[in-house]
């Protein structure tokens, strides 16, 4: 675990105020150092720094499931004695971008992405045959709040709820930004020209398309995207619900502050039968249980069944698989 740092520091005001919002500007860095009152070359300087330290993943975008591809929460129980092989197993498919030992039967859990449902079905197959266990897979059905940007510093704020997404926007060659924005964009004075050169489009052009896919909510962020346990936000939960009334819950869960994602998943009867999931995000068990207590006394979540699976472990963070390579 690496040292937040300081809250007074350059770095934790960059952090804090670029995890959305990204300038789509031909020099979006010079923009973020005119609001930070410093220069573009020390906005890089530090982005590539805290890059290197493992503290931010990219700077990019993260993409709304299942909209230019296919992507699901998946689960296996692996037994203690094979966890080290059998997360390499599910590591080493390309299209899993999220990999994380958590506490519970259902002990190994990832998010699987592909470009098509079934590209990722074939993915989940080949991790069941060379892992020789069962894969748990619960997909999206409806998110409350997807949108993981929240700030590192100061009292805890609302996340807030999610927007349908506009998926008329969507054009041919959009799967392919939307995959390099994934991947992230290249920490130079030009980002966006980069970008463009590599895609063989025109810049205004690629600067449209982005700011049009964030506004229809098929890019849920764009800005810099963070390692949360490299920063000291190591007491990580996912907290599973069994609610009459899926919505209201849902809803309530989403803006409340700590509360840093919501959404509904497909339940498996008699394997898995939690349909509500949110997470919430701390640096420590206390901080994390304190925001479980006030999301227990919401009245729509009153003695309602749950569960909470600690996280221990993270074997891979990465942006989605959109389009094939």
């Known amino acids: 675990m690496r040292d937040m740092p300081d809250p007074d520091t350059l770095d934790t005001r960059l952090l804090d105020e670029f995890q959305r919002d990204l300038p789509l500007v031909q020099r979006p860095f010079a923009a973020m150092a005119a609001g930070l009152d410093t220069t573009e070359a020390e906005v890089l300087a530090r982005l590539r720094r805290l890059q290197a330290a493992g503290c931010i993943a990219r700077v990019g975008a993260t993409c709304r499931p299942n909209t230019a591809g296919a992507s699901t929460l998946a689960a296996l129980a692996v037994p203690p004695a094979r966890v080290e092989e059998v997360a390499a197993i599910v590591g080493a498919e390309p299209g899993v971008n999220h990999s994380y030992l958590r ?82 964009l290249a920490l130079v004075p030009r980002p966006f020209a980069a970008l463009a050169a590599g895609l063989d489009r025109p810049e205004p052009e690629v600067i449209a398309r982005i700011a049009a896919l964030a506004e229809a909510r098929i890019l849920t962020r764009v800005g810099v995207i963070l390692r949360h346990r490299a920063l000291g936000w ?25 509360v840093t994602l919501c959404y509904q998943r497909r339940t498996v009867p008699g394997v898995w039968d939690w349909p509500l999931f949110c997470m919430i995000h701390a640096r420590s068990r206390p901080e994390a249980l304190a925001v479980l207590d006030r999301a227990r006394a919401l009245p729509e979540l009153a003695g309602v069944p749950h569960k909470v699976l600690f996280s221990t472990r993270c074997f891979k963070q990465r942006g989605a698989l959109i389009e094939a390579a």
């Open 234 to 258: 190591v007491a990580n939960a996912m907290v599973v619900w069994r609610p009459g009334r899926i919505e209201a819950a849902g809803r309530a869960l989403a803006q409340l502050p700590g």
């Open 103 to 184: 506490e519970d039967a259902w002990n190994l859990w990832f998010v699987a992405t592909a470009p098509s449902a079934p590209e990722l079905a074939q993915a989940l197959a080949r991790i069941e045959a060379a892992a020789g266990l069962a894969v748990l897979s619960l997909p999206l059905l409806r998110p409350f709040n997807i949108d993981l940007g929240f700030r590192l510093r100061g009292p805890r704020a609302a996340m807030g709820l999610d927007r349908q997404a506009d998926m008329a926007v969507l054009r041919a060659g959009d799967r392919a930004l939307m995959q390099a924005l994934s991947c992230g």
